[in-house]
């Protein structure tokens, strides 16, 4: 039997040492990332009481050698502690039996605290992990998001309109989280819809370790919301794109792609551009073909598979050899 516990400052030499050993040049970031978010969530889990916690918490398995295993981060969905991310996950090679134990054990822990989604997003290359997650560990596939790379802004529009932008403001939140609804897929919006809280902006940005920068398009005549925007960046050089805009206001997507850059730009002339479509979304399509007609580069395609507490899938499971990592995005 896997022994499970929450990471320690003891554990670390151990984690690094996995991570190291299971990691390919490509996904090294992910370590480095990794340990960047670790001094933090220290600090973190010693201010906040665990029923006001907003922050990542990571544990780990060895096994009866005492050797560790898999390491995993899980955080729950900001505004919404009932929803809960499985960020983060390393397994050391033929340890998918402990990876399972390691994911169950999550689920238990904050099912038992009323947590009733779990989600992770996985590189649907990774067919072994998905087999893993759905059949050995009861998550069902939703939708998927494509992350693309922005390699020319090319399609930058200049001497833009911008008196319709405006910083996000949480008075906001309530019309874009009903925006973010309404242009939800219909069948998807039982598993993915929001609440208005779960885009608040936070008071204690200062141990965070991301910074996030929101603004919204605002028809000024009517008074409604017409398109959101949210970049967030880790290191002030990799910034990451997520827009909500509707199919019927889609001819705002260039004008909104173009402010976002501009403001950007302004933090660092010297940036790379992420932008997260998320197939879910009526624009879904829209937004990727207008990615794909500016040349820009497809990088990954994330699986968004969701576990609701009460709903379990058992099956046999599958003899699994290779090490795992994956790092999903947020959603």
Same mark, same amino acid.
Not at 165 to 189: G, P, R
Not at 193 to 214: H, L, P
């Given at each position: 039997?896997?022994?499970?516990?929450?990471?320690?400052?003891?554990?670390?030499?151990?984690?690094?040492?996995?991570?190291?050993?299971?990691?390919?040049?490509?996904?090294?970031?992910?370590?480095?990332?990794?340990?960047?978010?670790?001094?933090?969530?220290?600090?973190?889990?010693?201010?906040?009481?665990?029923?006001?916690?907003?922050?990542?918490?990571?544990?780990?398995?060895? =096994?009866?050698?005492?050797?560790?295993?898999?390491?995993?981060?899980?955080?729950?969905?900001?505004?919404?502690?009932?929803?809960?991310?499985?960020?983060?996950?390393?397994?050391?090679?033929?340890?998918?039996?402990?990876?399972?134990?390691?994911?169950?054990?999550?689920?238990?822990?904050?099912?038992?605290?009323?947590?009733?989604?779990?989600?992770?997003?996985?590189? =649907?290359?990774?067919?072994?992990?998905?087999?893993?997650?759905?059949?050995?560990?009861?998550?069902?596939?939703?939708?998927?998001?494509?992350?693309?790379?922005?390699?020319?802004?090319?399609?930058?529009?200049?001497?833009?309109?911008?008196?319709?932008?405006?910083?996000?403001?949480?008075?906001?939140?309530?019309?874009?989280?009903?925006?973010?609804? =309404?242009?939800?897929?219909?069948?998807?919006?039982?598993?993915?819809?929001?609440?208005?809280?779960?885009?608040?902006?936070?008071?204690?940005?200062?141990?965070?370790?991301?910074?996030?920068?929101?603004?919204?398009?605002?028809?000024?005549?009517?008074?409604?919301?017409?398109?959101?925007?949210?970049?967030?960046?880790?290191?002030?050089?990799?910034?990451?794109?997520?827009?909500?805009?509707?199919?019927?206001?889609?001819?705002?997507?260039?004008?909104?792609?173009?402010?976002?850059?501009?403001?950007?730009?302004?933090?660092?002339?010297?940036?790379?551009?992420?932008?997260?479509?998320?197939?879910?979304?009526?624009?879904?399509?829209?937004?990727?073909?207008?990615?794909?007609?500016?040349?820009?580069?497809?990088?990954?395609?994330?699986?968004?598979?969701?576990?609701?507490?009460?709903?379990?899938?058992?099956?046999?499971?599958?003899?699994?050899?290779?090490?795992?990592?994956?790092?999903?995005?947020?959603?």
């Amino acid at each position: 039997m896997a022994k499970i516990k929450k990471l320690s400052y003891s554990d670390i030499l151990q984690v690094k040492k996995l991570i190291s050993v299971v990691c390919n040049d490509n996904v090294m970031s992910y370590r480095r990332l990794f340990f960047l978010s670790v001094p933090i969530t220290f600090i973190q889990n010693f201010l906040y009481n665990v029923h006001c916690r907003k922050f990542a918490e990571t544990y780990v398995v060895f =096994d009866n050698n005492n050797n560790l295993k898999g390491v995993i981060s899980v955080q729950a969905q900001q505004g919404n502690p009932y929803k809960w991310q499985l960020k983060r996950l390393f397994l050391d090679k033929s340890s998918h039996e402990e990876g399972k134990q390691l994911v169950e054990y999550i689920i238990a822990k904050f099912g038992a605290r009323g947590v009733d989604t779990f989600y992770i997003s996985v590189d =649907d290359n990774m067919t072994e992990l998905i087999e893993l997650f759905v059949k050995g560990c009861g998550f069902r596939c939703c939708s998927t998001e494509a992350l693309f790379s922005v390699s020319n802004i090319n399609f930058l529009q200049e001497n833009i309109d911008e008196k319709n932008f405006k910083h996000f403001d949480n008075s906001d939140a309530q019309q874009v989280c009903e925006l973010y609804n =309404d242009t939800l897929i219909t069948h998807y919006k039982y598993s993915l819809s929001k609440e208005k809280e779960e885009f608040f902006d936070t008071f204690i940005r200062g141990i965070n370790s991301s910074s996030k920068f929101k603004y919204i398009y605002k028809d000024n005549k009517k008074g409604s919301i017409k398109a959101y925007i949210e970049i967030k960046t880790l290191d002030n050089k990799n910034y990451f794109l997520s827009t909500i805009v509707p199919p019927q206001f889609f001819e705002l997507y260039p004008i909104v792609l173009s402010f976002a850059v501009k403001k950007i730009i302004k933090r660092n002339k010297n940036f790379k551009l992420y932008i997260r479509n998320k197939k879910y979304m009526q624009s879904g399509e829209m937004i990727e073909n207008f990615l794909k007609e500016n040349h820009f580069e497809l990088l990954q395609n994330n699986a968004i598979l969701v576990r609701d507490f009460f709903k379990t899938i058992k099956e046999e499971n599958k003899v699994f050899n290779e090490a795992v990592v994956f790092s999903g995005f947020e959603i």
